[in-house]
């Protein structure tokens, strides 16, 4: 009889199997906190869909602004509130029906790519880009603290962000992102 070559595992395909044991038998506190110290950490400025990007920062945090062109989604100017190197706000305001935005999305790729869910999208009502961005803005504004309450690490859970410097560096985006819907459409 002939002998065949032991089947070994790749390092990604161990890596899919930990992560689906680490969800299924461990509270999703410890979960996030391995893999938040665990993942590549990369912004959403430096994917290919992503251009003409710009860094608001202020001492709570950062807002990433860019012309997002995401094939069989949409297109249009987008911004990512992050705290801690972490994306807690996602808005994409691509206009139409297709403008929406995602509350913590970095946390629903890990458990969606693993066989749970997703981080859902959170539709603008129908509008323009430009009512979109407004929406954007009103969203910051008003709900990174609630987007930092469901953020599944204590860490950003407890993370200070001053009002004031959220407001001012949000209307930076607004700027920002009208600027962008200028350019692009012209």
């Known amino acids: 009889m002939g002998s065949y070559p032991k089947w070994f595992p790749s390092k990604d395909q161990l ?3 930990f992560w689906k044991l680490a969800i299924a038998i461990l509270p999703a506190p410890i979960v996030f906190k391995l893999w938040y ?14 251009t003409d990007r710009e860094l608001i920062s202020f001492s709570g945090g950062t807002i990433a602004i860019y012309w997002a062109n995401v094939p069989g989604v949409g297109s249009g100017p987008g ?3 992050y ?30 790519r693993h066989g749970a869910y997703m981080t859902a999208r959170i539709y ?10 407004e929406r954007a803005a009103f969203e910051i504004r008003n709900n990174a603290f609630v987007a930092l309450q469901m953020n599944a690490l204590p860490i950003i859970q ?13 209307e930076k985006m607004h700027q920002a992102m009208m600027y962008l819907i200028k350019e692009k459409t012209k």
């Not at 110290?37 to 290919?48: A, G, L, M, P």
């Not at 407890?158 to 949000?170: G, I, M, P, R, V």
Request: glycine letters at 6%; aromatic letters at 6%; a positive charge.
């Open 15 to 17: 890596r899919q199997v």
């Open 37 to 50: 110290k665990n993942r590549k950490k990369h912004q959403r400025i430096n994917i290919k869909t992503a």
């Open 79 to 81: 911004a990512s509130l």
């Open 83 to 112: 705290v801690l190197d972490e994306e807690v706000m996602r808005l994409d305001c691509f206009g139409g029906h297709k403008g929406h935005m995602h509350i913590n999305p970095e946390q629903g790729h890990l458990m969606y």
């Open 124 to 133: 603008f009502p129908e509008g323009s880009q430009e009512e979109h961005v």
């Open 158 to 170: 407890n993370h200070y962000l001053d009002k004031k410097e959220l407001a001012q560096s949000t």
